[in-house]
């Protein structure tokens, strides 16, 4: 099983900052200026929106940053992801009749759902592809997206989040 991280939203962070300086008067990343935070990847991204919120909606936020993943799995696992993830975008290429290459598309407030809501009771083999994806979120320093939520290990080697 192979889970890469394919591409992911880009920020004109140029763009964005003197537009926010010339409409609403004040840089965007005035918050991460103080606390010493370089922009540049997503979870700077992140922190300036909700720096910059007004409402108590941080889906919304989540929602526009965008995801995708590059993955080669086993043909008998594409029906449990079908079913399960209902909300992302799935394009396949069937590689050969063990395994598909399937890229898998979605924003951030959906990947939340997605790995938050795995259960004990999944194949083994589906939760070991969502904990690849939760450890590349991790790598990438974007693990806010499940702030609130512990890992909990299970016998099979694999962990399912909990509040």
């Known amino acids: 099983m192979i889970v890469q991280p394919l591409a992911q939203t880009y920020v004109d962070w140029?763009?964005?900052?003197?537009?926010?300086?010339?409409?609403?008067?004040?840089?965007?990343t005035r918050e991460l200026d103080k606390k010493g935070i370089k922009v540049g990847d997503l979870n700077s991204y992140y922190l300036t929106l909700?720096?910059?919120?007004?409402?108590?909606?941080?889906?919304?936020?989540?929602?526009q940053i965008?995801?995708?993943?590059?993955?080669?799995?086993d043909n008998y696992l594409i029906?449990?992801?079908?079913k399960i993830l209902k909300e992302p975008y799935?394009?396949?290429?069937?590689?050969?009749?063990?395994?598909?290459?399937?890229i898998?598309?979605?924003t951030l407030d959906k990947w939340q759902g997605?790995?938050?809501?795995q259960y004990v009771k999944v194949d083994n083999d589906y939760r070991?592809?969502?904990?690849?994806?939760?450890?590349?979120?991790?790598?990438?320093?974007l693990s806010f997206i499940y702030e609130g939520y512990k890992k909990s290990p299970l016998n099979d080697g694999t962990f399912i989040l909990k509040r």
Do not use: R
Not at 114 to 117: D, Q, V, W
Not at 128 to 139: G, P, T
């Open 14 to 28: 140029n763009g964005f900052i003197q537009t926010c300086k010339e409409v609403l008067g004040d840089s965007p």
């Open 50 to 63: 909700k720096g910059m919120e007004t409402t108590k909606y941080q889906q919304v936020i989540k929602g």
């Open 66 to 73: 965008s995801f995708s993943f590059l993955c080669v799995v």
């Open 79 to 82: 029906e449990t992801i079908y």
């Open 90 to 102: 799935i394009f396949e290429v069937e590689v050969n009749k063990k395994e598909t290459l399937i």
């Open 104 to 106: 898998i598309s979605t």
């Open 114 to 117: 997605i790995i938050c809501s």
């Open 128 to 141: 070991q592809f969502i904990n690849k994806i939760y450890l590349w979120f991790e790598k990438l320093n």
